[in-house]
């Protein structure tokens, strides 16, 4: 049986992080909602609890019974559930003096405790709270502390329960993950077992026993997550799969062509349907981003649904849902930033199940797995491309002539990463066409042409960004290439935003 860790979120930012760290020291684990703690399941071998925007004295803040899980199974707070364990066996919460937030170091630590195993003197942690334990019930001890915060670690004497105050998940706490395996590996005894190759032997056996000789439909995108659901089913199912790829008329430059190829050359059942017309029809005179989306979607659907429904034995429709798709993140503000548009829903007519062989993995695994079926690196480590494409990338409205100068930009802008060795730095770059003209001027002549923004960021899971900050000789030579070679541009900028506040895409 595959063993697991649990890690309930409590609605911190972090707490995906928490189940990356866990998933690379090839453990399985499982996110859940701080209250849905899955009651006899064999598989369970430690729980872990995660942080939480709230105080544990805030009137909505997040609350379990304890008692379901203590002396059950290993178990590890981080900052709120630590805070919280302490809390609710008898210890003492309080607003800290000031913040703690940002680097600190261990300056004491018990060397004894498994916890800490193998932990180096003044080891960096990363504290991030605006409450901190003042006091811990009677029968915990601390088992470390930083110059500020005197409980940063504790243990429950005679119990497998531990807490930190600070974020071992981050990349700052320089040996959180070896905390992570000490908890998972030492104290849970987790066999790490969980790899790419374990991963595709036990997925194509289940797809092949729940599938049988079934039909199965699934639509491609070009983009990472649907191309190795479609291998990983080829190599269940083979021809029983048929891959639909719809070309929007807003993808990359040649990159329904390319893609196409792609597939073929892996030995996938694919039809492609050039559907840019229809698409383009419906767009006509559209600016306001999110009725871009809407239509999209909506024709998105049409589309497909016209050619699934011509496989008329299909029984099943398989998507490349990956598990941040899947979360029940517990989203506080309860507010829709973007909407994001998703490939599937066909009519209930067609009466098709759902099958989603990657929901279990995170995005860095789906590509180990692309890896160990033998794709193609260039498929495998491509950047993440938003469903409606280049649409959100052209600021007001659409027309076939505004695509092409921004698929040539954006072409010599990513042939450039390439070039530079730059690509692979970035988790994914574009160019947005901006719905202005500037003045400049050519040999003799003034212009009065468009002008573009370079966009490329740095990220782990597009929840937060950072601009990457490239080369000022790369800078240069892409903004003159740009400048000389695409017709209807005179002008080249760089976006320096992060996220938050500001957004990956522009729409
Ligand atoms: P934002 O702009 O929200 O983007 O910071 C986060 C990530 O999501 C991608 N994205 C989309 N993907 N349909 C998609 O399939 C969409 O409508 C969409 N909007 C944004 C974006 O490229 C980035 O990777």
């Known amino acids: 049986m ?16 928490i189940g990356r760290r866990v998933r690379e020291l090839d453990m399985f684990c499982e996110i859940l909602p701080y209250n849905k703690f899955p009651k006899d399941d064999p598989s369970v071998i430690g729980v872990i609890l995660s942080g939480s925007p709230f105080s544990v004295y805030d009137e909505s803040a997040f609350k379990i019974n304890l008692n379901e899980i203590r002396g059950k199974y290993p ?17 003492k919460v309080e607003p800290a003096a000031s913040r703690e937030y940002g680097r600190a170091n261990l300056m004491s630590f018990d060397h004894e405790n498994p916890l800490f195993k193998g932990f180096d003197e003044h080891s960096q942690v990363w504290m991030s709270h605006g409450d901190t334990i003042t006091a811990l019930p009677e029968h915990f001890k601390v088992i470390a502390s930083t110059d500020k915060v005197v409980n940063a670690a504790y243990q429950a004497e005679g119990e497998q329960l531990w807490g930190v105050q600070f974020h071992p998940e981050v990349f700052h706490s320089v040996q959180g993950t070896l905390l992570l395996k000490n908890f998972v590996v030492d104290i849970c005894g987790g066999k790490q077992d969980w790899s790419a190759a374990s991963f595709v032997d036990t997925t194509v056996a289940e797809l092949k026993a729940q599938l049988g000789n079934d039909r199965v439909i699934l639509g491609l995108s070009g983009g990472v997550d649907s191309s190795v659901a479609a291998v990983l089913l080829n190599k269940a199912i083979g021809k029983n799969l048929t891959c639909i790829f719809v070309d929007h008329g807003m993808l990359r430059k040649n990159e329904f062509k390319n893609v196409m190829h792609d597939y073929e050359c892996l030995g996938l059942n694919v039809i492609g349907v050039d559907a840019s017309e229809k698409f383009f029809k419906d767009l006509e005179g559209v600016t306001d981003p999110e009725q871009k ?6 024709d998105f659907i049409e589309v497909f649904d016209a050619e699934a429904h011509k496989i008329t034995d299909a029984k099943w429709l398989a998507q490349g849902t990956i598990y941040p798709d899947r979360i029940e993140s517990l989203n506080i503000t309860g ?25 279990w993995l995170f995005k860095d695994e789906v590509r180990r797995v692309g890896r160990q079926l033998g794709m193609p690196e260039h498929l495998i480590t491509r950047h993440p491309f938003p469903g409606p494409g280049l649409a959100v990338r052209i ?8 695509v092409r100068i921004l698929q ?11 070039d530079w060795g730059l690509y692979d730095q970035v988790w994914q770059a574009g160019v947005i ?7 400049g001027v050519m040999g003799d002549e003034r212009t009065y042409e ?46 320096i935003s992060s996220k938050p506040p500001s957004t990956i895409e522009w729409e």
């Open 450 to 495: 468009r002008a573009v923004a370079l966009r490329a960021v740095t990220s782990t899971d597009a929840m937060t960004a950072d601009w990457a900050h490239l080369p000022y000789e790369f800078m240069a030579k892409v903004s003159n290439d740009i400048i000389n070679k695409v017709r209807g541009v005179n002008r080249v900028c760089y976006d």
């Open 2 to 17: 595959q063993q697991k860790i649990i890690i309930l979120d409590f609605g911190s930012q972090t707490t995906q992080l």
């Open 335 to 359: 507010k829709t930033i973007k909407s994001h548009h998703n490939v599937g829903g066909l009519p209930e007519e067609m009466n098709l199940k759902l099958c989603e062989p990657l929901q």
């Open 293 to 298: 989306r809407k239509i999209i979607g909506r």
């Open 433 to 439: 066409l901006l719905p202005i003209k500037s003045v």
């Open 75 to 91: 178990i590890l707070g981080i900052c709120y559930g630590a805070q919280y364990m302490s809390y609710a066996l008898g210890g």
């Open 408 to 418: 040539d930009a954006d072409d010599i802008f990513i042939q450039g990463l390439r």
């Open 395 to 402: 600021l007001g409205d659409i027309t076939p002539e505004k």
